[in-house]
């Protein structure tokens, strides 16, 4: 047993020790007397024959206990020369511990009201720094001899994730709402979380929500919805990319010889030959739907421009034309319909079928016939 007085003090080298305790293993024998040197950032907890008795703040402090120089030598014989009057001190770190993350290790499910159950996961930051020393040491340390920030942070994560489930459950309707809300949703879980951490001597500083994200198939899911969100004017998108693609052909046709230009002129002539129809139908010249009539004979549907009816080969159109004005006339006009001229019908029959049919006409309208 040594009868020198000590001079008791501790110094963090690596940033993220929250207590360190003097001696590290079992207890000592502090001398009456000895001088305990505390720094800003700390607090010292004094222990003495296993209970704490105060808290020591910023300064250099004289410890009393009933360890005296020689003569507690003397009096711990019965002891095996080891003094019973035994004392610890813990060193509890102060500052404020940053970059501590929490996050989520496994998906939790989450009732979305636009993308039903998905499962979603969460990641942040949060600071914090002991408030109350004896309880932090009595309820978290213990007798650890070093309490470093990986101790508790697993739990601390636990609590936060915790909290967080149930916030996203009472508050959110749809994930498509978070990213304007990630400050209040930190807040909000930083008001729940506060009392869990003050349970244990801990204040928490700052909390921060990183991302909230679901499953990977759910965000292509997302993005898929918003391109179609992002083309909103389907024909001028339609004529855009016909546009584009005219220009590609053309860039490509105009370069130099090779097969590659071959290529690059059969993709153009691919496109040329497919740009009417495209342009026709993103404008609307075609016409979305087909006008159809009925056949006079059959009644079935076909097409207006249709010169034989497919299903009962009945001829659809004839060629009546005013001979005054040479206007185009329905079949069963009997007078022009622009100059009023009375039309006077051909008396020419086919000598096959009969069918009367034009003075100009090479063929019969009906059966084919060549005339003349």
């Known amino acids: 047993m040594s009868i020198f007085l000590e001079v008791i003090e501790w110094f963090d080298d690596s940033g993220n020790v929250m207590v ?44 009393s206990t009933l360890n005296l120089p020689v003569i507690t030598k003397m009096l711990s014989l019965p002891f095996g020369f080891k003094s019973p009057f035994r004392a610890e001190v813990y060193f509890v770190n102060l500052k404020v511990f940053t970059d501590l ?12 009201s636009q993308l039903g159950l998905v499962r979603l996961r969460g990641f942040g930051n949060y600071t914090m720094h002991v408030v109350q020393p004896i309880l932090f040491v009595n309820t978290l340390v213990g007798t650890r001899g070093i309490f470093e920030t990986n101790a508790i942070s697993d739990y601390l994560r636990d609590v936060i994730v915790s909290r967080l489930n149930d916030l996203l459950g009472e508050t959110l309707d749809t994930i498509f709402d978070l990213p304007g809300q990630y400050d209040e949703f930190a807040i909000a879980l930083k008001n729940r979380v506060i009392d869990d951490f003050e349970h244990y001597g801990i204040g928490l500083v700052d ?18 919805r918003s391109g179609m969100e992002a083309v909103q004017d389907l024909d001028g998108f339609l004529k855009f990319k016909a546009a584009k693609a005219m220009g590609d052909a053309a860039v490509g046709g105009a370069g130099g010889g090779g097969a590659s230009d071959g290529l690059g002129l059969g993709v153009g002539a691919g496109l040329g030959m497919m740009l009417p129809g495209i342009l026709q139908k993103s404008m609307g010249t075609a016409g979305a739907e087909e006008q159809n009539v009925a056949c006079p004979r059959c009644h079935a549907s076909i097409g207006v421009g249709t010169r034989f009816c497919p299903s009962c080969g009945h001829q659809l159109v004839i060629i009546n034309r005013c001979h005054a004005c040479n206007k185009d006339l329905p079949p069963e006009a009997r007078f022009c319909m622009v100059c009023g001229t009375k039309v006077e019908k051909p008396d020419m029959k086919c000598p096959n079928c009969h069918a009367e049919v034009l003075p100009e006409a090479n063929f019969c309208n009906s059966c084919g016939e060549k005339m003349g």
């Open 20 to 63: 360190h305790r003097i001696p590290e293993e079992g207890s000592a024998d502090i001398k009456l007397g000895a001088q305990l040197i505390v720094r800003e950032s700390q607090a010292a907890v004094f222990f003495r024959s296993g209970k704490a008795l105060d808290v020591l703040g910023p300064g250099r402090h004289t410890l």
């Open 101 to 112: 993350r929490w996050g989520t290790k496994d998906p939790v499910a989450f009732k979305d």
């Open 207 to 224: 909390l921060y929500i990183n991302s909230i994200t679901p499953p990977d198939e759910v965000q292509r899911m997302i993005d898929e």
